[in-house]
């Protein structure tokens, strides 16, 4: 199913962003949308929007602490044509990638339940068709990883999420493993900088094979 700006099939996310939106009037506090290219070779598949960052801003990983790193990578291996992601109305153009989220509306305490991850995934699986033969996906942290397998129709026991993973998919496709770039990660140094780049290496010298 293609992406939908006004989805309220999840009653708890719903009344959860109309309370957001009375709470602060100039986010953006609705499904966000992916952003990118439209024919990537790479799509990066997130959690779900943060509270002050891609729900303000209306851009996935725009506008908190786990966009920094994330953009900052991404124009290093030339996915990106600047290194920071100020706003949803800045000249920033991703280049052969895009970003999406596993769910796409902000939910209590950063914490989708399960039965909204499965109502979400509907898009998700648009978006895994759409990618073409031998594209790479980057699943940041275990929900996205396990969201992308519910939407490819794969099996999550054959395919276990481990940091740096890649798997093999049909079609020539692979999905990546990362840590999440959150906050909690990068500070803690669950996830370094040398860590994040070294998932990104793998993918671009595949992509460039």
Known sequence: MLFDPNCRLCPRLSIFLDAVKRSYPIYHARPVPPFGDAKPQLLIVGLAPGLHGANRSGRPFTGDHAGIILYQTLHKFGFSSHPESKAADDDLRLLGCRITNAVKCLPPKNKPE??????????????????????????????????????????????AFSHGAAHRLPRGRVLHDSYHCSRYNTQTRRLTAEMFDAVFSSIRARLSA
Request: hydrophobic residues 40%; negative net charge.
């Open 114 to 159: 399960q039965n909204e991850i499965i109502m979400c995934n509907r898009y998700l699986q648009h978006e895994l068709e759409s990618l073409g033969d031998g594209s790479s996906i980057l699943a940041l942290g275990t929900i996205a990883h396990d969201a992308c397998l519910r939407a490819l129709g794969m099996r999550r026991k054959d395919f």
